[in-house]
């Protein structure tokens, strides 16, 4: 197999505000893996808050070089990244991620089937996603929220954290009156502390609002599950659900916890993931970082295990350098097509589907 990588910086049409940051652009490192006449592509995204920058992204694919060239062909490669062979411990869960996709991808092609087949759903998979509405004034936020509705988006995600929690409740107020039937789901990104949350959310269930992400600072699960024990509203873990092991955690003590691939080290430990919830309670969303269509079609092609999806990453971007996965009528869909099934936006990339 012959290992190829690509930067490119990915710049969204607006900043996103959200509690602890601003975001404007990001670096996507793209793998494409190549063997036998086709080429799999899989996207790892540089992120401040996953401790995963470039140079980091692109040290780690080089070291994975010689031992992913050293495979007979990306099936084998593939299986010894699900049993986690020693060659893939040490990466960060981001470039695993990348790594799983672009094997996912290639392998699906050579056998010709869409990815979802391969990980056992024979139906397209179809899913309505959230859209994500930063920390903007309620005036602002209710222009968009009126936009994506009457683009078809039937599920909106509002950012709260503000300094002063009245900006966010007038917030959520103006997206629910310009986006009446749209479903309504929060996220705080650990701004409040326990008793802010234990006296807010009330609030924002009164408004409507269907489930709150991480209402509390991360690294506290034990008071985090207590929160969900009482609370008026759904309480999906993300920041304190970054992969296997504290999803176990969580089962059956928080009502959902949030699965990003680049988070949990791709589509197979996310499959891990959700097979560990069976039963407990516990429901999965699956999110996203802001990545391109190509970064963002491993988990659309999970869509149909989650309660919640939100995988609009590549819809907030000003130019998508892929596409193929829909998303701009408020619904992400997996391609027909092999593999990951997403295609070059530009006719004539030299790396383009074979």
Not at 125 to 133: F, G, K
Not at 332 to 351: E, Q, S
């Amino acid at each position: 197999m012959r290992i190829a990588v690509h930067t490119v910086r990915l710049r969204l049409a607006r900043p996103l505000r959200i509690s602890r940051s601003v975001t404007t652009e990001r670096d996507a490192v793209r793998l494409s893996i190549a063997h036998g006449g086709l080429t799999g592509h899989g996207e790892a995204v540089s992120s401040a808050y996953l401790q995963l920058p470039t140079d980091r992204i692109l040290r780690e694919l080089q070291a994975l070089r010689p031992a992913l060239e050293r495979f007979p062909g990306p099936e084998y490669a593939l299986a010894e990244l699900q049993r986690g062979a020693a060659e893939f411990k040490d990466p960060a869960a981001g470039v695993l991620a990348a790594v799983d996709a672009a094997l996912l991808d290639l392998v699906g092609k050579r056998a010709g089937a869409p990815a979802h087949q391969l990980l056992g759903r024979l139906a397209p998979v179809s899913a309505p996603t959230a859209r994500t509405i930063g920390i903007e004034e309620p005036a602002r936020a209710a222009v968009q929220a009126a936009r994506l509705d009457a683009a078809g988006f039937t599920v909106l995600k509002v950012k709260a954290g503000s300094a002063d929690p009245a900006e966010d409740l007038a917030r959520v107020r103006a997206v629910a009156e310009a986006a009446p039937q749209a479903r309504l789901l929060l996220d705080p990104n650990g701004a409040w502390t326990p008793p802010e949350a234990r006296r807010l959310l009330p609030a924002f269930a009164a408004l409507g609002v269907e489930a709150v992400e991480q209402p509390i600072a991360p690294g506290r699960p034990e008071e985090l599950a207590a929160l969900a024990e009482h609370s008026p509203l759904p309480i999906i873990a993300d920041e304190d659900a970054v992969g296997y092991e504290d999803a176990v955690r969580l089962a059956g003590r928080v009502h959902g916890v949030n699965i990003k691939l680049a988070k949990c080290g791709g589509v197979h430990q996310a499959l891990r993931i959700h097979a560990a919830l069976q039963g407990s309670g516990t429901e999965l969303m699956l999110g996203c970082l802001a990545a391109s269509s190509l970064g963002i079609a491993p988990a659309v092609h999970l869509a149909d295990r989650a309660r919640w999806v939100d995988l609009d990453g590549h819809l907030l971007l000003a130019h998508d350098p892929w596409q193929g996965i829909g998303g701009t009528d408020g619904t992400v869909r997996t391609p027909d097509r092999a593999g990951l099934g997403v295609l070059p936006a530009r006719p004539g990339d030299p790396t383009a589907d074979r």
